[in-house]
């Protein structure tokens, strides 16, 4: 876990916070594309629904390459601290604002997917 300092620059401060939220981002993806696979399964008993199924599967395999982004994204972090001027510096601030928006849209879509596919699922019991 980062442990923020009283005589953390500002700079140094905002790199520790945009590291850990996208550890955090990482470790939910990691845990929806457990989640994905076992709705996988579960479709394939109860739903028959081959659309699901082919829905779910798109979903996983689009959940696993949001996590190479953004594996990616973490290998590349160093050259934060890099930064000189102002320019570089919100070049990196928009750069993380678009990887949040990112993790939001696969967040998104997984949870229309799995609320679909439990609605279905209440459907048939």
Do not use: P
Request: glycine residues 4%.
């Amino acid at each position: 876990m980062e442990v923020f300092y009283e005589h953390d620059s500002d700079d140094k401060l905002i790199a520790k916070k945009d590291a850990l939220e996208l550890s955090n981002w990482i470790e939910h993806l990691v845990n929806n594309g457990r989640e994905l696979e076992i709705l996988i399964n579960i479709a394939k008993k109860l739903s028959n629904d081959d659309d699901m199924i082919g829905n779910l599967k798109e979903l996983t395999l689009e959940n696993k390459l949001h996590l190479g982004v953004f594996y990616r994204y973490k290998s590349s972090m160093v050259n934060l601290h890099e930064c000189e001027d102002m320019e570089c510096d919100i070049y990196y601030v928009n750069k993380h604002e678009e990887y949040r928006n990112l993790y939001a849209g696969i967040l998104q879509a997984s949870h229309k997917l799995k609320e679909k596919l439990y609605t279905q699922i209440l459907g048939k019991l």
